[in-house]
């Protein structure tokens, strides 16, 4: 266990390499001008970012596996080096072919960032002090979401869309240099056999499922997505039939019986769920269904990440102070009811209602989140750090692809087609009831597993 000296470093190394990210949102104000660049639609160009997401899926398992077995600091080197390289073939891609093809594999050293940077956030510090630690991680991509798509449109027009990524070069070289300093050598794990069916299995799952998810709005029940839900389907069976015949699987499945990582996966796959479906559908309402300007409409949503950007160092304590099971509860019941207050926004709901009701969900999301990482990682060995990193991301992706297909879907279904702001409003109060009911899913599961431990409890305060 290290000391408090070094456990510092650590967690601002963690800090550093999860702050990577950033480059999931500062690209996005950069895609107009890449499209009239390389003279590319909005279907092609989806891919810049698209094609980012499912490469990081895909690598979350593999990345934390590698993490367990070779150490640390090699992986965590590799991925900052790989991040760095595809970082400025991206800026300097001469065509948008290799941009997509540099943004793949740049998702891929991303995947090997987050993963291995949340293993160490979590093994930094004793149990007693990682809610506090992880708080303390949970901002740097609080902070990514606030300021990346600020920075990335300011660079676009300074200097257009490849200034982007070639400002973020000193980022994985920081990293690299630092992992190399302070993390400890270790020898590989020789006699650990590494899963490679299994990994694949649970890899091919993760994206085939995002990548059904994430088309469902645009092609319904077409081929694509069934094609995609078929291959996610027969994945996920495979890994399984893998994992239970293998002697070293890379995943135990007993923990799947485990309620502790259940409840934590599932809030924290609903935290994403509220980050993405609470970002889209609520911008939809504000600029077509009330007629608000973007520049409006992006200042009454920023409560919330403001508000998790400065309540994720407090969440700790409050997770300290309450208790994993008070806080997880109270978490999700912030998402549940700015969730239920979204539902009753209509075409003459005060702008100080919407800014109130984004609060509360930033609040929720902070104090979810933190206590969802706690619960679900706390249920890992130190030596299976990176493994329950990559379950606990993965089970997040998945939250978040939903976060953006399913309310999309009850979107479409609302409108019908019709492009005026009466649809705009039917449409999203269509959405925000069903996000609704999908966030009141993982409440239903923390309840229930509260009401099993505190038979004679009352209620979480």
Do not use: K
């Amino acid at each position: 266990m290290t000391g408090a000296a070094q456990a510092r470093p650590l967690l601002t190394l963690a800090w550093l390499a999860g702050f990577t990210l950033i480059d999931a949102s500062i690209v996005s104000l950069a895609l107009p001008d890449i499209a009239a660049d390389f003279d590319r639609t909005v279907g092609e160009l989806a891919w810049v970012t698209t094609g980012y997401l499912l490469a990081l899926a895909a690598t979350l398992l593999a990345a934390g596996r590698l993490s367990d077995h070779l150490g640390t600091r090699r992986v965590l080197v590799l991925g900052a080096i790989s991040f760095l390289i595809t970082t400025a073939a991206s800026g300097l891609a001469p065509s948008f072919e290799l941009l997509v093809a540099a943004r793949i594999v740049q998702g891929m050293a991303g995947g090997v960032l987050y993963t291995v940077s949340l293993a160490i956030a979590v093994t930094a510090y004793p149990p007693e002090r990682r809610a506090s630690a992880l708080a303390i991680y949970f901002t740097s991509g609080a902070l990514g979401a606030v300021i990346g798509p600020v920075i990335g449109g300011l660079l676009t027009d300074l200097g257009g869309w490849r200034l982007v990524f070639l400002v973020q070069l000193p980022l994985p070289v920081a990293v690299a240099a630092a992992a190399w300093v302070l993390l400890p050598r270790t020898a590989p794990r020789g006699s650990q056999r590494f899963d490679v069916p299994g990994i694949a299995a649970a890899s091919l799952f993760v994206v085939a499922g995002t990548f059904a998810l994430l088309d469902l709005p645009a092609s319904g029940t077409g081929p694509s997505v069934l094609l995609g839900a078929l291959i996610a389907i027969g994945a996920l069976a495979a890994f399984v039939l893998i994992e239970h015949r293998t002697a070293e699987p890379a995943v135990r499945l007993a923990i799947f019986r485990n309620p502790r990582f259940v409840a934590g996966s599932a809030a924290g796959a609903g935290a994403w769920f509220a980050i993405m479906s609470g970002t889209i559908y609520p911008a939809i309402y504000l600029q077509f269904g009330r007629g608000f300007s973007a520049t409006e409409a992006g200042v009454l949503l920023l409560a919330a990440p403001l508000v998790g950007l400065v309540f994720f160092p407090f969440a700790g304590r409050f997770v300290g102070a309450l208790g994993v099971d008070r806080a997880l509860l109270w978490g999700l019941l912030l998402l549940v009811g700015s969730a239920a207050a979204m539902t009753t926004w209509g075409s003459t709901t005060e702008p100080w209602l919407i800014v109130l009701t984004n609060l509360l969900t930033g609040a929720g999301i902070a104090l979810t989140l933190v206590a969802s990482a706690t619960d679900a990682l706390s249920q890992f060995a130190p030596g299976e750090a990176g493994t329950g990193s990559a379950l606990f991301n993965s089970l997040r992706q998945l939250g978040a692809a939903m976060g953006v297909a399913l309310p999309a879907v009850a979107y479409e279904l609302a409108v019908a087609g019709s492009p005026s702001s009466a649809s705009a409003l039917a449409g999203s109060s269509a959405a925000f009831l069903l996000r609704l009911l999908a966030l009141s899913l993982p409440l239903a599961l923390v309840v229930a597993r509260w009401r099993a431990r505190h038979p004679l409890a009352e209620g979480p305060a």
